[in-house]
């Protein structure tokens, strides 16, 4: 009996342990940290490496917005310090805000182009993949032409968190057309270490202009006089960016890297300049690599499958022959994207798409000999063949476009 | 040796729950990279052979505990000798997997909890248990299964279903043919978790029935091997071999990168529950067995009177053993393996059984 209430007084004082008192953290003594940018430091006066920028939610005003009311003072705000390493920077941090920063939330990071350019982002990323709080699978954007920290600064309209806008413009983006890759820090940090890839990371500009993006009124007005949108995929060669590659031969890594959900292409019919659009529906890309005479050769192979969004001509939709040819065009205009990306690629003697990991695991032995110098000899002369074949398989709701008539009157 | 009786179920379930462990949590065989599965399979197979080893053993004998037949196989005085060192050798490596315990919800969610008070109180529960008996450790062990087979179950089609999985990633197979694989079976994946199977001789004589022992035993030990064959390979499709063997618990930072439909994500819990179901297993058989082994050397007669120094001891032992994360790791992975289990796990075994192959012979 003695033992029984020994036992469950020991059991009930347990309780009072295990509720997690040891470290607790009040909800209002946290700031959510929704981004992190990193800067490389300018200014003389200012010693260090790395500006790192914070993002934090202020949460009264996110709600107070969504209401309707609210909006006296901004849904964010920004912090900046200064140090040698990612680490000291942050925690210096602590100097300017009032409240612990929490970074689970973090889903966003941006690093600034110079940065990216001059050092490299090998360095960067260690403090953020080792700390048990940050998630690996927070998004980086690289800012283009930009600091980070402006990208952080800048308020957006409809997701009132700019790193939640940041983050939906390219899930949205990857998702109807392409040309943006979702990478996370996990993606970055296995093609960095992965020998025969390259990482590739999306880039975000500053639209207009930066001093009144970051302003409240930015968002009051219907047309923001400051906003960010994705632009171009940044190239990267051992750790560092090298290159921008932007339109369609940005569209064609998405092809090649099979990121490509939907999307539309336009094609020349005839005389007429773009103009039939393919709806692509759905897509899928295969990379193989074999070895010819001891040197590589890759084949890509997209399998497209679409509709017919758009006519601007006169064209007879309903015949099969036509769609035939229509889709030959369409091949041709994807395989000329994706030769577009690998050409530039090549140029910039960084393989991105992973073709020498492609080899690696298909001719491990052979792979040893091409690994030391992949990037500047190998893959600049790799024979690349590229075949796709597109399917147009319905027209939408019309046959023929209205313009044929027109046309025929 | 305690009054108690544990059916053929419960042994089945011990084993598998004994073996998924901590090995599941850690990276196992990951010098070996993308052939890490294939080093443990071929493991299991020497798994399997050792675990023969031990059921002859107990064939020989099956009434009383290994502390007892040392001495019939060896003698008095050697026997005694041998049954103390096995008592130590269960008493360090339950102290050694409450300290890599600590330090995996140290490193991971309780970064500013001292390590002592998670192992204290880890500690609690598995003295608490041990008192109560190997009956009712073995029926924990039964509930507790169900929870895991459901985790394991859920985890799985959820890492599937949100297409991380990168077939790819396991190629290509045997890219430096198999010697380093062997190397790897023989230094590491052999003993951890495989070897460690020794503790079952202490659980053996509890059995109701010896039917079926052997057939169960090796199915389970099969069963197991194949999981955690699954488990790596899993993590180097979804991670690659480059951060699988980079990072502290691969299974960890898999069901981290789990992110489907925008809220089914952030699923540590699920690598937490299993760590402390399968540490707690493990912890509490190898105490179980330093417990038992002690009363019957030591002809004391009620087992739970020396649960409670025994866990001041552990506790303690735990807390001194390595100063850091990674000392524990390297003695765990690197040193021990030669120095400690191997003569524990196969060579004292199998020097056992021929001679009391030998002597049974003669007696008959």
Same mark, same amino acid.
Not at chain 1, 43 to 62: A, C, D, F, H
Not at chain 2, 53 to 59: G, I, P, S
């Given at each position: 009996?003695?033992?029984?209430?020994?036992?469950?007084?020991?059991?009930?004082?347990?309780?009072?342990?295990?509720?997690?008192?040891?470290?607790?953290?009040?909800?209002?003594?946290?700031?959510?940290?929704?981004?992190?940018?990193?800067?490389?430091? *300018?200014?003389?006066?200012?010693?260090?490496?790395?500006?790192? &920028?914070?993002?934090?939610?202020?949460?009264?005003?996110?709600?107070?917005?969504?209401?309707?009311?609210?909006?006296?003072?901004?849904?964010?705000?920004?912090?900046?310090?200064?140090?040698?390493?990612?680490?000291?920077?942050?925690? #210096?941090?602590?100097?300017?805000?009032?409240?612990?920063?929490?970074?689970?939330?973090?889903?966003?990071?941006?690093?600034?182009?110079?940065?990216?350019?001059?050092?490299?982002?090998?360095?960067?990323?260690?403090?953020?993949?080792?700390?048990?709080?940050?998630?690996?699978?927070?998004?980086?954007?690289?800012?283009?032409?930009?600091?980070?920290?402006?990208?952080?600064?800048?308020?957006?309209?409809?997701? $009132?968190?700019?790193?939640?806008?940041?983050? $939906?413009?390219?899930?949205?983006?990857?998702?109807?057309?392409?040309?943006?890759?979702?990478?996370?820090?996990?993606?970055?940090?296995?093609?960095?270490?992965?020998?025969?890839?390259?990482?590739?990371?999306?880039?975000?500009?500053?639209?207009?202009?930066?001093?009144?993006?970051?302003?409240?009124?930015?968002?009051?007005?219907? $047309?923001?006089?400051?906003?960010?949108?994705?632009?171009?995929?940044?190239?990267?060669?051992?750790?560092?960016?090298?290159?921008?590659?932007?339109?369609? &031969?940005?569209?064609?890594?998405?092809?090649?890297?099979?990121?490509?959900?939907?999307?539309?292409?336009?094609?020349?019919?005839?005389?007429?300049?773009?103009?039939?659009?393919?709806?692509?529906?759905?897509?899928?890309?295969?990379?193989?690599?074999?070895?010819?005479?001891?040197?590589?050769?890759?084949?890509?192979?997209?399998?497209?499958?679409?509709?017919?969004? *758009?006519?601007?001509?006169?064209?007879?939709? =309903?015949?099969?022959? &036509?769609?035939?040819?229509?889709?030959?065009?369409?091949?041709?205009?994807?395989? #000329?994207?994706?030769?577009?990306?690998?050409?530039?690629?090549?140029?910039?003697?960084?393989?991105?798409?992973?073709?020498?990991?492609?080899?690696?695991?298909?001719?491990?032995?052979?792979?040893?000999?091409?690994?030391?110098?992949?990037?500047?000899?190998?893959?600049?002369?790799?024979?690349?063949?590229?075949?796709?074949?597109?399917?147009?398989?319905?027209?939408?709701?019309?046959?023929? =476009?209205?313009? =044929?008539?027109?046309?025929?009157? | 040796?305690?009054?108690?009786?544990?059916?053929?179920?419960?042994?089945?379930?011990?084993?598998?729950?004994?073996?998924?462990?901590?090995?599941?949590?850690?990276? @196992?065989?990951?010098?070996?990279?993308?052939?890490?599965?294939?080093?443990?399979?071929?493991?299991?197979?020497?798994?399997?052979?050792?675990?023969?080893?031990?059921?002859?053993?107990?064939?020989?004998?099956?009434?009383?505990?290994?502390?007892?037949?040392?001495?019939?196989?060896?003698?008095?005085?050697?026997?005694?000798?041998?049954?103390?060192?096995?008592?130590?050798?269960?008493?360090? /490596?339950?102290?050694?997997? @409450?300290?890599?315990?600590?330090?995996?919800?140290?490193? /991971?969610?309780?970064?500013?909890?001292? +390590?002592?008070?998670?192992?204290?109180?880890?500690?609690?529960?598995?003295?608490?248990?041990?008192?109560?008996?190997?009956?009712?450790?073995?029926?924990?062990?039964?509930?507790?299964?169900?929870?895991?087979? /459901?985790?394991?179950?859920?985890?799985?089609?959820?890492?599937?279903?949100?297409?991380?999985?990168?077939?790819?990633?396991?190629?290509?197979?045997?890219?430096?043919?198999?010697?380093?694989?062997?190397?790897?079976?023989?230094?590491?994946?052999?003993?951890?978790?495989?070897?460690? +199977?020794?503790?079952?001789?202490?659980?053996?004589?509890?059995?109701?029935?010896?039917?079926?022992?052997?057939?169960?035993?090796?199915?389970?030990?099969?069963?197991?091997?194949?999981?955690?064959?699954?488990?790596?390979?899993?993590?180097?499709?979804?991670?690659?071999?480059?951060?699988?063997?980079?990072?502290?618990?691969? +299974?960890?930072?898999?069901?981290?990168?789990?992110?489907?439909?925008? /809220?089914?994500?952030?699923?540590?819990?699920?690598?937490?529950?299993? @760590?402390?179901?399968?540490?707690?297993?493990?912890?509490?058989?190898?105490?179980?067995?330093?417990?038992?082994?002690?009363?019957? +050397?030591?002809?004391?007669?009620?087992?739970?009177?020396?649960?409670?120094?025994?866990?001041?001891?552990?506790?303690?032992?735990?807390?001194?053993?390595?100063?850091?994360?990674?000392?524990?790791?390297?003695?765990?992975?690197?040193?021990?393996?030669?120095?400690?289990?191997?003569?524990?796990?196969?060579?004292?075994?199998?020097?056992?059984?021929?001679?009391?192959?030998?002597?049974?012979?003669?007696?008959?």
């Amino acid at each position: 009996m003695k033992c029984k209430t020994f036992f469950l007084s020991l059991m009930i004082s347990s309780i009072l342990f295990i509720t997690g008192c040891w470290s607790q953290k009040e909800l209002n003594d946290l700031a959510i940290v929704s981004a992190f940018a990193i800067d490389k430091n *300018e200014s003389e006066k200012n010693k260090g490496r790395y500006e790192v &920028t914070l993002q934090v939610i202020n949460p009264g005003n996110v709600a107070g917005s969504l209401q309707g009311g609210g909006g006296q003072t901004p849904p964010i705000s920004t912090y900046t310090s200064t140090a040698n390493t990612i680490l000291i920077a942050s925690r #210096e941090l602590s100097k300017k805000v009032s409240r612990k920063r929490y970074y689970a939330h973090t889903n966003l990071v941006v690093i600034s182009e110079k940065l990216a350019r001059e050092e490299g982002i090998t360095r960067v990323l260690d403090a953020i993949e080792r700390s048990p709080e940050f998630r690996t699978t927070a998004q980086i954007v690289i800012a283009h032409n930009a600091k980070a920290a402006d990208i952080v600064k800048i308020l957006t309209p409809i997701d $009132k968190i700019s790193s939640n806008d940041v983050i $939906k413009t390219i899930k949205f983006t990857e998702d109807i057309w392409g040309e943006v890759v979702k990478v996370n820090l996990q993606d970055v940090i296995r093609a960095l270490v992965t020998p025969g890839k390259e990482p590739v990371i999306t880039g975000f500009r500053i639209l207009g202009s930066k001093d009144k993006g970051s302003k409240l009124e930015n968002i009051q007005d219907t $047309k923001p006089s400051g906003n960010i949108d994705a632009n171009g995929i940044a190239i990267f060669k051992e750790g560092k960016l090298i290159g921008w590659f932007h339109n369609k &031969t940005s569209r064609g890594v998405s092809w090649i890297l099979n990121k490509i959900k939907t999307t539309a292409v336009a094609v020349d019919w005839e005389e007429e300049k773009e103009a039939i659009v393919y709806n692509v529906i759905r897509q899928k890309t295969k990379v193989k690599a074999d070895m010819e005479k001891g040197s590589p050769v890759i084949s890509i192979h997209t399998e497209v499958e679409g509709d017919i969004g *758009e006519v601007n001509t006169s064209i007879k939709l =309903s015949d099969r022959d &036509t769609l035939f040819k229509i889709e030959k065009s369409f091949e041709k205009e994807i395989k #000329e994207e994706i030769k577009q990306a690998v050409k530039q690629a090549k140029k910039n003697q960084s393989d991105i798409f992973g073709f020498g990991e492609k080899v690696y695991r298909a001719n491990p032995t052979e792979w040893k000999n091409l690994e030391q110098d992949w990037n500047e000899v190998h893959f600049p002369k790799a024979k690349i063949r590229v075949s796709v074949e597109a399917f147009v398989r319905r027209t939408g709701l019309t046959k023929e =476009s209205y313009i =044929s008539d027109l046309e025929n009157k | 040796m305690e009054k108690a009786k544990i059916s053929i179920t419960q042994l089945f379930v011990l084993i598998l729950l004994f073996e998924q462990g901590d090995s599941m949590l850690l990276p @196992l065989a990951m010098e070996v990279k993308q052939d890490s599965w294939i080093s443990i399979l071929l493991s299991t197979i020497g798994g399997v052979l050792l675990f023969l080893v031990y059921y002859r053993l107990y064939r020989y004998f099956p009434n009383v505990l290994p502390t007892d037949y040392f001495q019939k196989i060896v003698g008095k005085v050697l026997g005694k000798g041998l049954a103390f060192l096995y008592i130590l050798y269960f008493v360090y /490596f339950s102290a050694r997997l @409450l300290r890599s315990f600590g330090e995996i919800l140290g490193i /991971f969610v309780y970064p500013f909890t001292p +390590l002592i008070f998670i192992n204290i109180f880890m500690v609690i529960v598995v003295v608490y248990t041990v008192r109560k008996g190997i009956e009712v450790l073995s029926r924990t062990a039964e509930l507790l299964f169900i929870v895991l087979l /459901f985790l394991s179950v859920t985890g799985l089609i959820l890492v599937s279903s949100s297409g991380l999985i990168n077939i790819h990633n396991l190629t290509p197979v045997l890219e430096n043919g198999i010697s380093p694989i062997l190397k790897n079976v023989f230094t590491e994946t052999l003993y951890i978790p495989f070897g460690e +199977l020794i503790v079952f001789t202490m659980i053996f004589p509890y059995l109701n029935s010896s039917k079926k022992v052997k057939s169960i035993g090796v199915v389970s030990v099969i069963l197991s091997g194949m999981n955690l064959a699954f488990g790596a390979a899993l993590n180097i499709g979804v991670l690659g071999t480059h951060l699988a063997s980079r990072y502290q618990f691969p +299974l960890l930072t898999t069901m981290q990168s789990i992110q489907i439909l925008q /809220f089914l994500e952030r699923l540590d819990v699920y690598f937490l529950i299993a @760590l402390i179901i399968g540490c707690f297993f493990k912890i509490a058989l190898f105490f179980y067995a330093a417990v038992i082994g002690i009363s019957d +050397l030591f002809k004391i007669r009620e087992p739970s009177q020396v649960s409670y120094p025994l866990g001041f001891v552990v506790l303690f032992l735990s807390i001194q053993m390595a100063s850091s994360y990674s000392e524990q790791l390297q003695e765990e992975l690197k040193i021990l393996p030669l120095a400690i289990q191997l003569p524990f796990q196969v060579i004292i075994p199998i020097l056992l059984l021929i001679i009391a192959f030998f002597k049974n012979k003669k007696n008959h």
